[in-house]
Structures are given as structure tokens and as C-alpha cells.
């Protein structure tokens, strides 16, 4: 089988998913790994696609949407119809790359909230498609960012967690209604 999962990129007005936020208990759960790849997991793929094209996002792990499973979906060009979505199911870092890049990251789980994260350049993952086929990838640039990005979340870490200036991050969680409390910093 070589076709990969159809959804059309567009807005829901009522995705088939709710997001979790910063603070929620599924969040900081870590996530299992998926032992069998079949139909129900392809459709919480095609879900999570739809919820993640709702709220203009590029990526989504399934423990955003309180399922504690190892799958995410990636899409860094969600305005480019032609261009299908990744669909990794337990993934795994073989290689980070040792030089690091600082970018702004934001996340659905945190509305509004956006800091400096660093993270490698450059990875190489492993992982299953939607069809149970293993896969290697070479990434650099947003792609290998977002993975890393989300794979954090498949072990219980949020982005803020990543983000060294206190003071800023305390400001600005309060100003959007999340708490202090729920971050734990990773040195």
C-alpha cells in the first residue's frame, strides 16, 4: 500500500478533537507504545490531522488530545494541498545533529505563548507509517524542529519547559491565564 491518509487541509468548525492545555494532568503523562497499526489508529491519525489543520497548527501529538499513545502528525506546509502530511508512529531519535539553532516556538497546548527554544539542527528519526511500515528520515530546518517539538510531548515535556528566561515566561503565562506551577524546566 503506498497511498497515505487523504484529509483535506481546512478548517473544522468543529474538530473531531479536543486539545488539552498547559496544566492538564495528559499532558505530562508519558505515552505508550502503539503495538498494533490498523484501521482505528489511522482514523485517530486522520482526527488528529483534522484538529491540527482547525487550529492552524503544523503539528500534534496524540497525548494533546489525551490520547496516550506514540503518534504524532507533522505538517509544515499546511497550505500546500499537494504535499501530504507526516504520520509517525513511535518514533525514535537515532541521531541529533551536535550543532543547535535557536527558534521561536509556540505550541496548541499554550495558546498564544511563544519563546526562543534551542533544539538541533539536524536529526535523523525512525518510525512507523500508517500502514506499519518502518521508516528512516533525515531532517533539518522546521520539519526536524516540529518532530523534536512534538516527540517532547510523547514523553511528557511542553515546550515552556525548554525556555530559560523565567521572568518573561511567568509574565506572559499570566497573561494568558496558565500557571507557573505547571511548567518543569528541563537544564
Not at 482514523?43 to 496524540?62: C, D, P, R, W
Not at 533539518?140 to 523534536?148: E, K, N, S
Request: hydrophobic share 40%; with cysteine; proline share 7%.
Amino acid at each position: 500500500m503506498t497511498a497515505t491518509l487523504t484529509v483535506e487541509k481546512q478548517k473544522l468548525d468543529q474538530p473531531p478533537l479536543q486539545i488539552h492545555y498547559l496544566g492538564d494532568k495528559a499532558l505530562r503523562q508519558p505515552a505508550k507504545r502503539v503495538t498494533k497499526i490498523d484501521a482505528s489508529i489511522r482514523a485517530l491519525a486522520k482526527e488528529m490531522l483534522q484538529t491540527m489543520y482547525s487550529s492552524n497548527g503544523i503539528g500534534l501529538a496524540a497525548p494533546q488530545v489525551g490520547i496516550h499513545k506514540q503518534l504524532l502528525v507533522v505538517d509544515c506546509e499546511p497550505d500546500k494541498p499537494e504535499n501530504p502530511p507526516y504520520i509517525l508512529i513511535n518514533p525514535q531519535i537515532l541521531r541529533a545533529s551536535q550543532s543547535t539553532c535557536v527558534v521561536e516556538e509556540g505550541c496548541l497546548s499554550i495558546p498564544n505563548i511563544y519563546f526562543e527554544v534551542t533544539r538541533p539542527e539536524a536529526i535523523e528519526v525512525s518510525y512507523k507509517d500508517e500502514w506499519g511500515r518502518p521508516q528512516r528520515r533525515q531532517c533539518d530546518g522546521l520539519l526536524a524542529r516540529v518532530i523534536l517539538h512534538e516527540i517532547d510531548h510523547l514523553n511528557g515535556v511542553v515546550f515552556v519547559d525548554r525556555v530559560n528566561n523565567n521572568l518573561a515566561l511567568a509574565e506572559s503565562l499570566k497573561k494568558e491565564g496558565f500557571s507557573l506551577q505547571a511548567v518543569k524546566p528541563i537544564r
